[in-house]
């Protein structure tokens, strides 16, 4: 028999996989001359039982029976609607695809309503991904999210790490980043949000538009005007807001590094990730230093150099060593006082 008259029938009892539905779909699109030769294969084969076990078509035979008398008459009617039931079938497998389709497309649809995606950003990296309302974000290193496949009402996405939004304008359904208790609430706007599990601060830089933070009970924080950074404590409740050049805070998306009066604490934090190194400084005396440098293409090495022009400190690579279980150490970078 016929591979694809068995598909047929496998579609035709609600029997058919998702391949099968794939095949018969395929054939549709591609108008396979093939796939009108064997619907009619299909109905001729099995007009007579299909349509002998239909209690609707039978109960208007009988009434055909009742009022039409002449032989003439009934052999005319039965031509016809065997003629006009061949074409119907031939009409109703395309709709009925359609509706398969629609049936699968549905199927999905709602099977992603439960599934939540995350995206990591490993250390030294960066990531960049659409979300499903079309809008952007890039991941720095040691950063993940997580959000919906598909977005209902709510645009929700949870982050850990930092982050930088381009949002798609929506006033009607608004744009909530959930990091450390804290929400930024926005309909359309540009900003950066940094807030990593060892840093007690949340930090959120607006770049573009407005944008509000909500604590966890949902309740206004700040509304924030853009060129501004605001910095919360969920612990403490202590916040700051300042005018901040927010394009040298959102540089790091286009592969610039840049320190604007940061404290060596800051410095290094952001190094580690940048450049997937572990830094210790060993001098408490060199966390005070503030430091005002970009970096595009240089090494940790070269970086670290140019940082050595504007304060004085120096350094040491500490190389990995063997432990005891056959592991290694990682590298590490050694800052102390000249």
Known sequence: MNR??????????????RNDYQQLKGMLQEN???????????????????????????????????????QAKQR????????????????????????????????????QQHVVVEVASPTGSRTSLNLPDGSTVWLNGDSH???????????????????FFKVQSDVEHPFLVKAKGVSVKATG?????????????????????????????????KQMASGYQFRYNPNTNASSYTPVN?????????????????????????MERWYGVNIEVRDQELLRLHFKATFIHENIEEALKLLQ??????????????????????????????
Request: zero cysteines.
């Open 32 to 70: 396979d001359p093939a796939l009108e030769e064997l619907m009619q294969q299909h109905w001729d084969e099995y007009q007579d039982e299909q349509l002998t076990q239909t209690s609707n078509l039978s109960a208007t035979q009988l009434i055909l029976h009742r009022n039409i008398q002449p």
């Open 76 to 111: 005319i009617i039965k031509q016809a609607f065997n003629h006009f039931s061949k074409i119907a079938a031939i009409l109703i497998v395309p709709l009925l695809l359609a509706l398969g389709f629609l049936y699968v497309q549905l199927e999905d649809f709602l099977f």
């Open 145 to 163: 999210i997580r959000y919906p496949a598909v977005f209902n009402k709510n645009r929700e996405v949870e982050i850990e790490g930092e982050a």
């Open 4 to 17: 694809n008259t068995e598909l047929l029938k496998r579609f035709f009892s609600n029997r058919y996989s």
């Open 189 to 221: 706007t540009e900003f950066n949000v940094s807030a990593y599990a060892d840093e007690p601060e949340i930090n959120v830089i607006l770049k573009e538009g407005k944008v509000a933070v909500l604590n966890d009970q949902q309740d206004e924080l």
């Open 246 to 270: 927010a394009t040298g805070y959102s540089g790091w998306i286009n592969g610039r590094l840049i320190f604007e009066n940061a404290n060596m604490v800051e410095v290094v934090k952001r």
């Open 309 to 338: 022009a504007t304060a004085t400190f120096k350094y040491e690579f500490e190389k990995r060593k063997l432990k005891e279980d056959g592991s290694f150490t990682d590298a590490r970078i050694i800052i102390t006082k000249k």
